[in-house]
């Protein structure tokens, strides 16, 4: 049911990535296209620069205008610009001048009055309040007064902004500038729209995945709305029509924290793939500066901020395409889809500045050139929503190739925990079956010897070679037992009082030639351990020292308290014996399964006993060493208790 859900969720988001696709794939065009066909009833056109802000009215009616084509672009100077527009002599109603941008910050319209040297003076601009502009249209807009007859009529304009990058300014019918503003304003909610979309899908995927990636990009894509809708002039109208400042200063906010969002979601993602320190080092230098910017904003220095911001653009673009070749991203999709993002950034934005700096034609003013935000937000946007889209199905991908592999892991340990079950029951049958036939011949040779009272030497030799043969292979049956159990995880380890002194005591007592044997105490108090496990251990490698060792050497027993930091203890018990010059066991493969040293093939054995005792050891927290001499071997074992 899960993975059906998956699918459908999937799908779902592929139908939804299709259309929004379809209409990024419609508004781009449609941005890049100019305004054409509407009539323009200006006779001439000229600009005048104010450097210094200072000029008058009346001093401008005296100085020469320079002739102003029908876009004027101007790059990013600060000075004072002086329009002066002559409309065709003709007699009309309801005419408008109209000026774009609209995100001009102080323009002061000059239109001839009643008298000859009467001026009507109208101040528009972003930082005149929406309800006092007179018009509903959202870029600036000004009534011309109405001619009975053809007539001259000439009007000066003043615009002082921190950006001037385009003037476009046309004369026409109040209904043609109400049509234009209606074509413009749906194209620019079109736009707006998207980002919403782009912003709100971002939050449901930091919802249902928690991935703080989609929470970034639905940020960045919240501060290109409050651009956008700050620059088209919707701020100032639905929002704060009496507080123009507010409205702007939030659009500058909004535009240094989408550019430090956006560096903040690039270094996160190329630190995801762990690119290289280096690769982030203009991420983290702008996240460093934008507090810096927000104060020049505060401060007054908006145009030196926004200048900034455009190189930080156009360097980061070209920084993304170099430093993409250092990331390790694992699926070429995303390394295209972003290379593809960074080129057409930086191309974009080449284009718009190489337009407003002049040095390319501008016949007419495009959504894109007005505001340059709204199509570089929808291209990021769309790259963002892209990226993460796939990350997230490479995910899901990875996790159910996990799971699936987990399912198989799973299926095969069932099998495998089925055939131990299955050789655990099998071992069981053939030891019982193996031990039955053992206790038979012991018992043969029990009545054999009590039948027959006066037995040669020759039958006595014979039968107690046949008791110690008997006594080797239940030795034998044991420790391969005792390792399946371990093994297996079917021997649990208890924790009890034991004595262990007097259990060493009564082992060497019960061992093959106890005569052989010299134990030596300094341990008198008992110790909590298991018994049963100590006991074989201990009689273990009891019996390997006296089974190895030269003949009738002595078999030395070292028990003493043990402790160690941190208030750990327990105990040391030393196990030494000598052998043969030559004959010492190899070090490296001494607790490896089924090991059996080069010379112990005389004797009954399966290469278990010290593997055995190695893994009980710690497996109750303890361990043993092997040290080795030239004629003597030494097994440590050290136990907490």
Not at 47 to 52: G, I, R
Not at 164 to 173: A, E, F, G, S
Not at 322 to 349: E, T
Not at 552 to 573: A, N, Y
Request: glycine share 8%.
């Amino acid at each position: 049911m899960q993975q059906g859900r998956k699918a459908t969720r999937t799908g779902w988001e592929r139908w939804l990535l299709t259309c929004l696709l379809a209409c990024v794939a419609v508004f781009l065009p449609l941005s890049l296209q100019a305004d054409d066909g509407l009539p323009d009833h200006i006779s001439s056109r000229g600009y005048l620069m104010d450097p210094d802000g200072n000029l008058t009215l009346g001093q401008v009616e005296q100085l020469p205008f320079r002739p102003m084509p029908q876009v004027l672009a101007l790059g990013h100077t600060s000075a004072v610009i002086w329009l002066r527009v002559d409309v065709e002599p003709m007699a009309a109603r309801d005419l408008v001048l109209t000026l774009q941008p609209p995100y001009l910050e102080d323009v002061r319209v000059f239109l001839p009055g009643t008298g000859v040297d009467d001026w009507q003076h109208v101040r528009l601009g972003m930082h005149v309040p929406y309800t006092e502009r007179g018009r509903s249209e959202g870029h600036i807009v000004v009534n011309l007064p109405d001619r009975a007859t053809p007539a001259n009529l000439r009007a000066y304009i003043r615009v002082q902004s921190v950006q001037h990058l385009v003037l476009k300014v046309q004369v026409m019918h109040a209904q043609k500038s109400l049509q234009q503003d209606m074509q413009r304003s749906l194209l620019v909610s079109f736009g707006v729209g998207l980002l919403l979309t782009l912003a709100v899908l971002g939050l449901l995927h930091w919802g249902s995945s928690r991935d703080r990636q989609w929470l970034i990009a639905a940020a960045t894509m919240a501060c290109m709305l409050l651009v956008v809708s700050g620059t088209a002039g919707l701020l100032d109208k639905y929002l704060f029509p009496q507080q123009p400042l507010l409205a702007t200063g939030l659009k500058d906010v909004a535009s240094i924290g989408y550019m430090a969002l956006m560096q903040w979601y690039f270094l996160r993602l190329f630190r995801l793939y762990q690119a290289p320190g280096w690769t982030v080092l203009p991420n983290r230098m702008y996240l460093a500066m934008a507090p810096l910017l927000l104060l020049a904003v505060w401060l007054g220095y908006a145009r030196e901020a926004w200048l900034l911001h455009v190189a930080v653009i156009i360097m980061y673009g070209f920084w993304g395409l170099f430093s993409l070749w250092f990331v390790r991203f694992g699926d070429g999709y995303i390394r295209v889809l972003l290379a593809l993002l960074f080129l057409a950034q930086v191309m974009m934005v080449l284009y718009l500045e190489l337009s407003w700096l002049g040095l390319l034609p501008l016949t007419d003013v495009s959504l894109s050139v007005l505001y340059p935000e709204l199509a570089i937000g929808l291209l990021v946007g769309v790259a963002q929503f892209l990226v993460q889209w796939r990350r997230d199905h490479l995910a899901l991908r990875s996790a159910l190739m996990v799971r699936m592999r987990a399912e198989r892991m799973q299926q095969e340990l069932y099998w495998e925990t089925s055939r131990r079950e299955e050789m655990d029951g099998l071992l069981g049958m053939l030891l019982h079956e193996l031990k039955t036939p053992l206790s038979a011949i012991r018992l043969g040779a029990l009545a054999v010897a009590k039948g027959w009272e006066d037995m040669p030497p020759l039958v006595t030799g014979r039968l107690q070679r046949i008791h110690q043969s008997v006594d080797a292979m239940n030795m034998v049956l044991d420790k391969v037992r005792h390792t399946d159990r371990m093994e297996t995880g079917a021997w649990q380890i208890s924790r009890e009082s034991c004595d262990v002194q007097v259990l060493v005591q009564q082992l060497v007592a019960e061992c093959s030639q106890p005569l052989r044997v010299r134990l030596e105490s300094g341990l008198e108090q008992p110790v909590q351990t298991d018994p049963d496990l100590l006991r074989l251990m201990i009689g273990n490698l009891l019996e390997n020292a006296l089974a190895y060792s030269e003949p009738e050497s002595e078999v030395c027993i070292h028990l003493q308290p043990w402790s160690q930091g941190g208030g750990k203890e327990g105990f040391r018990l030393r196990v030494c014996n000598r052998v043969a010059e030559g004959h010492q066991p190899d070090a490296s493969r001494l607790f490896t399964k089924y090991y059996r040293a080069e010379h112990s093939h005389q004797h009954t054995g399966t290469g278990l006993g010290l593997y055995w005792v190695r893994h009980v050891a710690l497996a109750m927290g303890g361990d043993i060493v092997y040290q080795g001499e030239l004629d003597e071997v030494v097994f440590e074992l050290t136990l907490p208790g």
